[in-house]
């Protein structure tokens, strides 16, 4: 890779000295910034909502800018208060008690928001999932959560199959009354109305259960993996040295519902601090986007590189019809992010991009680009202090720089899954080269101690010259002038282990013919190893992707094997 850097302009970073402070940081050292530390009383909602309401300086501060669709509502520190107390005691009055789970499929509304608090408020286990879930993956979830309570929408209700699932037997709707609501359903609007704005908080050990977030198992299926309340203190310290956030910051964290991204930094991590968040719903034009930042003053926006796709797109011209200049730090996380995108989103705003690295099994930022230090475009930068990470080869040996492995972080930190829920076998997967807590995820690190994202540990290639990411060879691939787009999979081969198909998506001005097909084959081998070249290669006219514009291997994989799939 080439080893280009941009160099920070900043003086006035929250984090000013990445290399002491990480040499020194221990996870205690943060315990102070917390009333529990004092009142030896815990509970998230507390720390990130309550002890704000509770300071006649912050109390009115807004804790929530909401804007989508022509609605627009403010709700400060106060509010919130007052809105989760509410729905805690609905909550409490429907039965629900300390571990039970209650799921929310909704949008990015502020609903969603108060939900989150208001659960966390009973000591209620908060399941989120995607809003964009259909039936069956709602049903799957639910039914392996025995989720007792649902917060949907009217929207989304139609959605839920409650009578085969046996432990739902409560169901809270915003908006109208619908045709596929029955007995066990209420309207948000109406219980809200009638509660009670006061409520004691249900105490909690910090290892009690906060969340579970469903991800996408080994074996394809989904699992629930088990955050706790202790996870503030990664909150805190990444909004802090990542986010760079500070008192007056109006922070927007564009992510889809049901991400872990959305649930942490949208809400909790930047409440801790007590910073004002901005919510609205998707970004499609850079108009869209540059209105929202001049209209609410936003300063730090943490997103996905999609958005910053439709920021470079929109070139200069656009950004400069716009008041913008409250923006001062850009984060991205998801996927990696190319060189040309960050140069070219640095030329229309004039601010580099910073990349991060994070799991829903890490649960937080882990891995990250700081504002006090350099960026090395392509680069996911350093760990987070506090965190231990290695790259280790199949046998747990740590590997030498600019060697593909598997990413491993010392387990302990705050933030760490602490178990799959009903699943503790597939748990062990995680933690079975002890002390280390295995990512999945495969990378290298250079000489500088930077990490280089490789993409998936199953999606690895062993080669004679080592294990080589289907990332790397569909970035070679993606150089040829002839390619639009590329997409590999590997093909189960129990005489070659190694084989794999490129599906590939050419210019217009290139003919998908046998020589081409060949010249490909050659372009890798020359650029990466013999030992990884296709063994096939398919064009076409697209490639399937998923709604954030990425390449959907799994629908590839699907194809190819003749498997029914269905992209929910």
């Known amino acids: 890779m080439i080893d280009n850097k941009i160099e920070p302009k900043n003086s006035d970073a929250n984090l000013i000295n990445y290399s002491s402070t990480y040499s020194s940081f221990s996870w205690d050292h943060i315990n102070s910034e917390f009333s529990w530390s004092v009142t030896h009383k815990l509970n998230i909602s507390y720390e990130a909502i309550d002890r704000h309401a509770e300071n006649p300086e912050r109390a009115d501060k807004n804790c929530l800018i909401y804007s989508h669709g022509g609605r627009n509502l403010n709700i400060s520190f106060r509010e919130m208060k007052a809105l989760s107390n509410k729905l805690a005691n609905v909550l409490k009055n429907m039965g629900i008690k300390k571990g039970d789970r209650v799921f929310l499929f909704l949008p990015r509304t502020p609903e969603l928001y108060i939900s989150m608090v208001g659960c966390a408020k009973i000591g209620a286990i908060i399941v989120p999932l995607y809003s964009d879930y259909m039936e069956g993956a709602v049903h799957e979830r639910m039914l392996n959560g025995s989720g007792k309570a649902l917060i949907t929408s009217t929207r989304h209700r139609s959605r839920v199959l409650d009578k085969e699932l046996p432990d739902l037997e409560h169901i809270i709707v915003i908006g109208e009354h619908d045709h596929s609501m029955n007995d066990k359903d209420v309207l948000w609007n109406d219980v809200m109305d009638k509660a009670s704005d006061d409520f004691e908080i249900e105490w909690v050990d910090k290892d009690f259960p906060l969340f579970l977030i469903y991800t996408s198992g080994h074996d394809g299926n989904p699992i629930g993996l088990i955050h706790t309340h202790d996870s503030m203190r990664g909150y805190l310290a990444t909004s802090r040295w990542v986010l760079d956030l500070k008192d007056n910051d109006v922070l ?74 409250s923006l001062r730090h850009l984060v991205s996380a998801l996927e990696p992010l190319n060189s040309d995108l960050i140069y070219s989103v640095m030329n229309i705003l004039d601010l580099a991009i910073h990349d991060t690295w994070w799991t829903a099994e890490t649960g937080m930022i882990t891995i990250a680009n700081y504002r006090s230090m350099s960026i090395k475009p392509g680069y996911l930068g350093k760990p987070v202090p506090g965190i231990q990470i290695a790259i280790l080869d199949p046998d747990g040996s740590e590997v030498s720089p600019f060697t593909m492995g598997e990413v491993a972080l010392k387990a302990g930190w705050p933030c760490m899954a602490k178990g799959i829920w009903k699943n503790d076998n597939g748990y062990m997967r995680y933690i079975k080269k002890k002390p280390w807590f295995m990512s999945g995820d495969t990378a290298f690190i250079d000489h500088d101690n930077y990490f280089v994202y490789q993409g998936r540990a199953d999606t690895a290639i062993i080669t004679a010259a080592g294990r080589v990411g289907i990332a790397e060879i569909e970035s070679t691939l993606k150089l040829h002038p002839a390619v639009t787009d590329a997409g590999i999979v590997k093909i189960p081969d129990p005489d070659n282990e190694k084989r794999i198909k490129a599906f590939i998506s050419l210019n217009s001005n290139y003919e998908p013919t046998d020589d081409l097909r060949q010249e490909l084959m050659t372009y890798v081998s020359n650029h990466l190893s013999p030992d990884i070249v296709p063994r096939e290669i398919q064009f076409q006219e697209k490639l399937p992707k998923d709604r954030d514009g990425n390449i959907s291997h799994r629908i590839l994989k699907a194809g190819e094997l003749g498997i029914p799939f269905k992209d929910i």
């Open 252 to 325: 927007w964290t564009n992510a889809r519902p049901g991400w872990l991204m959305n649930v942490v930094y949208s809400a909790f991590a930047p409440w801790l601090c007590g910073v004002t968040t901005f919510v609205s719903g998707k970004m499609e034009t850079a108009e869209q986007i540059y209105r929202h930042i001049e209209k609410n003053s936003i300063t730090v926006m943490y997103t996905i590189p999609t958005v910053y796709k439709i920021i470079m797109e929109a070139g200069k011209k656009t950004a400069g019809s716009f008041k913008i200049q």
